[in-house]
């Protein structure tokens, strides 16, 4: 579904991501853990092609995406949930989903409304005055309408309450049995360690492990190391 | 006294519905596209000429309204498709350098068509007359003039907060990185917008003819006036930019029978006013 080969970017001078190569296989869901500033917001801006990359292919199902406008990577099946959730905060949450719909979508306004009640009942209130974590569904809705076949999440559960973060990863797994490719930014190990089939640590622009996640659960010193778990 | 105040006060209302339509204009463009654009007057002047040229060889006004702003707005497509979006990449500088000698090219290119005299258009013969207000009369066509640019005002209004490309501006208002994420051509988004701003300028332009005339660099007292009552309306807000039009211009129109001298500076006032109570305008988003 996703290969990143060697990818190299930043920011003006300032280098960041330094020869990142991860793969993604099809219906599957990798997480990628790293410390603050490790790199792992970059690495998703360089996929969804708001970071262009300086070095290095990414693939998207073998066909190189690298150098495309973000909306032509949309387009192409990628959708991207940021960190700080951006939702058009003076739109409605109506609003907010019509805009992302496509007609091919098989994440319809309605089915949305399903899988989020809690959005379903908010639907005409400006999205600004949401909670955070109504906030968060809104964009993971709002990804979830354009249609996607990989979604990039990142750090989902930041900043929520631990029955929120609960729904967010019901609601991750759901996407994933419905067939969904994703990649998972995260610093909550638990989360990620239950909803992937694969792992990369990432530190200073650098994957410095890949495996499952049953390793990494294991690898008390690479948590201790990469992600400052206590041990 | 009162009679005149009331004219005074319709005045204020026509001058306030051109500022409103070409604030409305520019806080899209501004607000939204980040280029401070100041042709915006220079699109008013051309508008009010190609009205004045429509209407003069056709012989029909209403089509001078509808043909001068869709002219200007397909001109601002171009400018926008060939120059402003490619410069977007230069930087900004670049974009309001190129905004300020297109004021030179437009006016140079009226001068070279219509020639640098003033133009004195006569009011349309069917808006003939006016009501009396008191012992004053108060021209038909200036009530004609409050009417389509709030009818045209309330239009772009419906268009923008109730249809889904609307929604797709306000979202490109706040955050177009995230709109272009949901696989939207954002570049060609601003096209359209800034071709709707500038159309807005050139209604005003075609507008006001009859009142006022036209000069070659009419329009540069009101690219400072559009910004002065964007940024009284709060950047990128539409609704803002009415109000403080119509502000500006009841403002304007009232300080110029308590004291004329004032009538410029008031406008000033007014926004410092306003920016001390509320810095991020009166209907500020950022
Ligand atoms: N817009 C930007 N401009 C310049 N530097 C940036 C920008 N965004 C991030 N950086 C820098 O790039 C590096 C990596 O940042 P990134 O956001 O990718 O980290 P992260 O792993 O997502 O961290 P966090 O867990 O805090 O979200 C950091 O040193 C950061 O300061
Ligand atoms: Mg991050």
């Known amino acids: ?231 | 006294m009162w009679s005149l105040l009331t004219v005074q006060l319709l005045n204020g209302l026509v001058l306030g519905m051109i500022y409103a339509l070409a604030a409305a204009g520019l806080t899209l463009i501004f607000g939204m596209l980040d280029i401070p654009n100041f042709a915006h007057g220079a699109f008013y002047a051309l508008g009010a000429y190609l009205a004045y040229t429509v209407a003069e060889k056709s012989g029909s006004v209403a089509l001078a309204f509808v043909l001068a702003p869709i002219a200007v707005g397909v001109l601002g497509l171009a400018v926008d498709t060939f120059f402003l979006r490619r410069l977007a990449r230069a930087g900004h500088v670049y974009q309001i350098l190129f905004t300020l000698g297109a004021v030179l090219v437009i006016q140079e290119t009226i001068v070279l068509l219509w020639g640098a005299d003033s133009l004195s258009v006569d009011v349309p013969s069917y808006f003939a007359g006016g009501v009396e207000v008191g012992l004053v009369l108060f021209p038909y066509y200036r009530l004609f003039l409050v009417a389509v640019g709030a009818l045209t005002i309330a239009a772009v209004w419906l268009a923008l907060e109730r249809t889904r490309y609307g929604a797709i501006i306000r979202a490109g208002i706040e955050d177009p990185d995230m709109v272009s994420c949901l696989g939207i051509d954002v570049a060609r988004l601003f096209m359209v917008v800034f071709g709707l701003g500038v159309a807005l300028a050139g209604l005003a332009g075609a507008l006001i003819v009859p009142v006022r005339g036209g000069q070659p660099a009419m329009g540069t007292q009101l690219t400072g006036l559009s910004f002065v009552v964007v940024v009284i309306g709060g950047m990128g807000s539409f609704a803002g930019a009415v109000a403080g039009g119509l502000l500006v211009g009841v403002t304007q129109a009232l300080m110029t029978v308590f004291y004329p001298p004032a009538s410029q500076v008031g406008v000033f006032a007014a926004m410092a006013a306003v920016l001390l109570v509320r810095p991020q305008g009166l209907f500020g988003i950022r």
């Not at chain 1, 330094?18 to 853990?33: H, M, P, R, T, Y």
């Open chain 1, 1 to 231: 579904m996703l290969r990143l080969d060697d990818v190299h970017s930043g920011y003006g001078q300032s280098q960041v991501l330094k020869g990142i190569s991860l793969e993604l296989a099809d219906g599957q869901v990798a997480a990628l853990l790293g410390r603050n500033g490790a790199g792992k917001s970059t690495t998703v801006k360089t996929i969804m092609g708001l970071v262009p990359p300086r070095r290095g292919a990414v693939l998207l199902e073998g066909r190189r995406i690298d150098g495309l406008p973000p909306s032509r990577i949309s387009r192409l099946g990628v959708a991207y949930v940021p960190e700080q959730r951006r939702i058009f905060s003076y739109l409605t949450v109506r609003e907010n989903l019509s805009i992302a719909e496509r007609p091919q979508s098989a994440w319809s306004v309605a089915r949305l409304c399903e899988m989020f009640p809690r959005l379903a009942a908010l639907m005409r209130q400006r999205a600004g005055t949401l909670s955070g974590g109504e906030q968060q569904m809104l964009a993971i809705a709002r990804a979830l309408a354009t249609g996607p076949r990989l979604l990039l999440l990142d750090e989902p559960s930041q900043g929520l309450a631990p029955s929120i973060v609960d729904a967010v990863v019901d609601s991750i797994a759901e996407m994933r049995s419905g067939g969904l490719s994703i990649l998972l930014v995260e610093q909550n190990l638990e989360v990620a360690l239950d909803l992937a089939d694969s792992v990369y640590l990432i530190d200073q622009g650098n994957i410095v492990f890949s495996g499952s996640g049953r390793e990494l659960r294991m690898r008390a010193d690479l948590q201790a190391r990469y992600l400052g778990v206590e041990t």
